[in-house]
């Protein structure tokens, strides 16, 4: 096992204009699962193919098991990568895929074929070796691509985008399968997403881009909880938290810590909601309306579970509730987490 480590680093386009990555850092431990994760353009696939090595950084350092690897062909870095388009061959077959890197290695073809096999029975696609990439679903092409990194032998997974290809149920399952993939081959493993679902279901950690820039950088339960600023709060979450003005600060929190008051014991913080609309979906209620504390008012959601059963109609005004220990503060100006303030019991 080997720990992916950048330093300060910079990818530049367009001659400094445009900064893709700007000012990185980020080290992962051993075996660990790490997610990058942030909406398209925000620099997270130049990220991974800079530590791939198909970009050289503008200035920085990338280390692969304490080695440094900046300027190093990829070959050189005992790293695999899955594309989002898994980039298969469609002329040869699975297991001539599965074989394609170590024959351009110049492995021996009787240890490239048992390697090959090795690796399509840990996935299991054994039965596949000699059917067409055409002839396979989504989610076995998506194995095909694995097995082909796997017999590479390779001290770290570069995944990008690898389930985005699939329709909703399958990357739900897949996404299952590689985690239990990566538990038991225990290798380093940096995963690039836009879709938080897979980042909170996969990742160890979660490093949350934006503009070239990592947010925060936590676990799945860190980053949900406790948002380092308003783009966390409302790229994380769906709904996405809440942010109400108050004086300088922004109050968040999150829709379903907001409910009918008589289901919110203990320190709270009331707000009468005037509720605008409704929806049921999954068995919660989503209740859209508006709050003021004192700013005027704001536009808010609330997701109340099929056990909040109190009656709630549109058109109505009903006070609301959020657990004191649930709210988040942010500067109102750059959206930093600041100190809780005093609000109305």
Do not use: W
Request: glycine share 10%.
């Amino acid at each position: 096992m080997s720990t992916v480590e950048v330093r300060d680093l910079h990818k530049h386009f367009d001659a400094g204009r445009v900064r893709a990555i700007d000012g990185v850092d980020i080290a992962t431990g051993e075996g660990e699962y790490l997610v990058l994760l942030g909406p398209s353009g925000c620099g997270k696939t130049t990220l991974l193919r800079t530590i791939a090595g198909l970009e050289q950084p503008s200035s920085g350092e990338v280390l692969i098991g304490g080695q440094a690897v900046t300027g190093l062909p990829p070959r050189a870095r005992r790293i695999a990568m899955v594309f989002q388009s898994y980039a298969l061959y469609p002329h040869k077959s699975v297991l001539a895929n599965i074989v394609f890197p170590l024959r351009a290695a110049r492995v021996p073809p009787d240890e490239r074929t048992q390697r090959a096999r090795r690796a399509a029975g840990m996935l299991g696609i054994e039965h596949l070796l000699d059917r067409k990439p055409r002839q396979l679903s989504g989610g076995e092409r998506q194995r095909v691509a694995l097995a082909r990194a796997l017999v590479r032998d390779p001290t770290v997974f570069l995944l990008d985008e690898p389930l985005s290809n699939l329709d909703a149920k399958l990357r739900a399952s897949a996404r299952d399968e590689l985690k239990r993939f990566q538990q038991d081959l225990g290798t380093t493993t940096i995963y690039v997403t836009h879709d938080q679902s897979e980042a909170m279901g996969l990742g160890d950690r979660i490093a949350v881009m934006s503009q070239g820039r990592v947010r925060q950088i936590g676990a799945p339960v860190e980053i949900y909880d406790d948002p380092a600023d308003t783009f966390v709060a409302t790229f994380i979450g769906s709904p996405p938290m809440n942010l109400v003005p108050h004086g300088d600060v922004l109050v968040g929190f999150r829709p379903e810590h907001l409910l009918p008051v008589e289901n919110v014991p203990g320190e709270r913080v009331t707000a009468t909601l005037e509720v605008q609309r409704m929806e049921y979906l999954s068995g919660d209620r989503h209740v859209y309306g508006t709050v003021d504390l004192g700013d005027g008012p704001c536009r808010v959601i609330a997701r109340l579970p099929a056990t909040v059963e109190t009656p709630i109609a549109v058109g109505e005004r009903h006070e609301f509730a959020v657990p004191a220990g649930r709210l988040r503060f942010f500067d109102a100006e750059h959206g930093l987490r600041t100190e809780p303030v005093r609000l109305g019991a």
